[in-house]
């Protein structure tokens, strides 16, 4: 048997883990549509969505964050774990706080849905959550921050004069892989001022 002389131990192992990467990195993006039982069909439904009557076509099994997403395009809702772990989808539905990767969307009927996207004041300028969020520096990559300002803006309505306990306790559900927890409380302390 002739070996080829090409392929070392190195390049193999190389390869190994480049094909592996390649694998779950195509595999571990999350597609509602892909786990869909056979014959299953979209449904129209409308959904109050920051202050609009949407429109939208949606599978029986479709979270809430696919449609905001993939359908509507606001993409502020960010799908990170996709399995109600991280808060990055956290959205509002009747001024509750809900991971949207974890709602179907039929689920949600002709309750009121608020994304990240809803939140700025009715001039345009941004929410005071937005607002003290970067004038703390709160976000590093910014991948948590739509979930952080969900939590922070739902708190706020709730209690606008929070303690710093109950701040923590509000954001508990939001995790920050970059570890800037303590400048997201500042933040959100900040905006209890403005109050």
Known sequence: MAVNPRLTR???????IASSAAASASGGIHNALAQQPKGAVERLITLNVNGRRRRVDVMPQETLAHTLRY????????????????????????????????????????????????????????????????DELAPQCGFCTPGQVMSAVALLNENPRPTREEVRQALAGNLCRCGAYDNYLNGVMRAAEQS
Do not use: P
């Open 71 to 134: 359908k509507l395009g606001l993409t502020g809702t960010k799908i990170g774990c996709n399995r109600g772990e991280c808060g990055a989808c956290t959205v509002m539905i009747n001024g509750i706080t809900n991971y949207s990767c974890s709602t179907l969307t039929h689920s949600v009927g002709s309750r009121d849905v608020l994304t990240v996207e809803g939140v700025q004041n009715a001039d345009g300028s941004l929410h005071k959550v937005q607002q003290a969020f970067i």
């Open 10 to 16: 190195r390049r193999f192992i190389k390869a190994v």
